[in-house]
Nanobody
Framework: QVQLVESGGGLVQAGGSLRLSCAAS????????MGWYRQAPGKQRGLVAL???????TYAPSEKGRVTISTDNTKNTLYLQMNTLKPEHTTLYYC???????????????WGQGTQVTVSS
C-alpha cells in the first residue's frame, strides 16, 4: 500500500541545480524517516540525506552545504534540492522509507522507481 514516486530528475550542466521530488502515499512522513539515496547499477547505494519524522536532518559529509532535504507534509512530498552538480552525481536517485535499527538508520523495502539525474561536463 505504500507508494513512492520520485521525479524531478533530468539533464543538467555541471554546476547547475535540480530539485527532486518524492510523492508518497498516505501520511508516511508523519510516522517515518525518509532518505534520499543515489545508486547506480552494480554499485552500492549511498546516502545523500535523510530526515526524521520530527524534522531532524542529516547529510552525508560530502553533501552537506550542497544539498537540502525538506518535506511538505500537506502534500506528502519529500524534496531534495541539489546545487553545484557534478558529473559524478549522474545516477538514479531514490527516496526509501527508513527504519531505525540498533546501529542506526536502515532502508526498508519501500522504494520508488527512482529518478534519473544526468550531469554533463
Amino acid at each position: 500500500q505504500v507508494q513512492l514516486v520520485e521525479s524531478g530528475g533530468g539533464l543538467v550542466q555541471a554546476g547547475g541545480s535540480l530539485r527532486l521530488s518524492c510523492a508518497a502515499s498516505g501520511s508516511i512522513f508523519s510516522q517515518n524517516a525518509m532518505g534520499w539515496y543515489r545508486q547506480a547499477p552494480g554499485k552500492q547505494r549511498g546516502l545523500v540525506a535523510l530526515i526524521t519524522s520530527g524534522g531532524t536532518k542529516t547529510y552525508a559529509p560530502s553533501e552537506k552545504g550542497r544539498v537540502t532535504i525538506s518535506t511538505d507534509n500537506t502534500k506528502n512530498t519529500l524534496y531534495l534540492q541539489m546545487n553545484t552538480l557534478k558529473p559524478e552525481h549522474t545516477t538514479l536517485y531514490y527516496c526509501p522509507v527508513l527504519a531505525h535499527g540498533t546501529t542506526g538508520w536502515d532502508t526498508t523495502d519501500y522504494w520508488g522507481q527512482g529518478t534519473q539525474v544526468t550531469v554533463s561536463s
